[in-house]
């Protein structure tokens, strides 16, 4: 459905999009996680037609997207990461603004707001101005208007940002819902979870390079590592450290450490050794590999405050 061939982007000396290749088939809900700065928005507004490649080239359903007409791009709806709403007008006028730029008109206008406001739970705002929105709302309104055309192909740029659980909790049915009605979903985010909870697979960018791509399954195999223990740093005594050292890597993150076993290393040899220790077993907490583990395994440095 859509195809993107070494894609390159500078703004100046900023490399923003490095040698960027991507397929997505039709139906996924593809997920674009990466830090601040990644390239997440520089991608979105590349293959929205907004901005134009350096190089490479850019396909949806076959035909090139820069520089394309009309009837290429009407196919693709883009939310893009601020909001683009007009404060000063009703949520229904915004929402006719973007309607009528979408090329709806009369009945099919009608019917399309109407189903849109339905959708974003704001059927009882629509006179409302949008300035006197919450950012939930403003930010489910924002969806909707992207949605009027009914697009085929999706792209939402960190959709929840600044949104409280109750309109996060709306926006991913919504989305999870129009996936499932068929419509095409890339979706970016800085946020491991919603990548994990929504996404079918998982591009994760970085410095304007995909760095790893697959289902959630695909990339957590990547980790050298099939268990991770967390604990408290003063759990770590030094008989503890002497017997570990041989048994797989110890690293600190956020004032706790890791310990990672060596493959085959039996977990329950670890689990005797602090019980022999007189370390209660709380203290040792077994997670599942996440992908904030292969993002710090993939660059040194973690998702969230970079
Ligand atoms: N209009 C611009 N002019 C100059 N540099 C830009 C511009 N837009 C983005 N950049 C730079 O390009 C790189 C990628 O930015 P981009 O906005 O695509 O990242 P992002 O992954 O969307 O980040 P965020 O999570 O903060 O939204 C960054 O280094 C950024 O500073
Ligand atoms: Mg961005």
């Known amino acids: 459905m859509l195809a993107l061939r070494n894609v390159t982007k500078s703004y100046g000396s900023i490399t923003a999009l490095s040698g960027v290749s991507l397929n997505i088939g039709p139906g996924e809900f593809f997920g674009l996680l990466g830090p601040n700065g990644a390239g997440k928005s520089t991608l979105m507004s590349l293959v929205s037609g907004l901005r134009t490649p350096d190089s490479g080239s850019i396909e949806l359903a076959g035909q090139p997207v820069t520089g394309s007409s009309f009837s290429v791009r009407r196919n693709l709806g883009l939310v893009p990461q601020t909001i683009a709403l007009f404060p000063e007008l009703t949520a229904e006028e915004n929402l006719r603004i973007f309607g009528g ?10 019917a399309a707001l109407d189903d849109a406001f339905s959708a974003a ?4 705002r629509r006179h409302s101005l949008v300035k006197t929105f919450s950012g939930g709302m403003q930010r489910r309104l924002n969806l909707v208007a992207a949605l009027l055309h009914r697009p085929k192909l999706l792209l ?3 959709p929840t940002v600044g949104v409280d659980p109750q309109s996060r909790n709306a926006i ?3 989305l999870q819902h129009l996936n499932r009605t068929g419509v095409t ?4 985010t800085h946020y491991m979870e919603e990548a994990e909870r929504l996404c079918s697979r998982i591009g994760i960018i970085d410095h304007g390079s995909i760095l790893a791509l697959g289902t959630l399954d695909d990339l957590l ?14 759990a770590l005594t030094a008989p503890l450290a002497v017997e570990l050292a041989s048994a797989g890597e ?18 329950s040899v670890f689990f005797a050794l602090t019980e022999s220790l007189g370390l209660p077993p709380r203290l040792f907490v077994n ?5 904030e583990a292969l993002f710090l395994h993939l660059t040194g440095r973690k998702l969230r405050d970079v």
């Open 250 to 267: 110890i690293i600190a993150v956020d004032g706790t450490h890791r310990f990672r076993p060596r493959p085959g290393y039996p977990l």
């Open 156 to 158: 939402c740029d960190e």
């Open 185 to 188: 979903i890339i979706y970016s």
């Open 287 to 291: 997670q599942r590999p996440t992908l």
């Open 101 to 110: 730029l979408q090329g709806l008109r009369g009945n099919l206008l009608k």
């Open 172 to 174: 991913f049915e919504h």
């Open 121 to 124: 739970q704001l059927d009882d």
């Open 221 to 234: 195999t990547r980790l050298p590592f099939e268990d991770e223990i967390t604990f408290p740093v003063t």
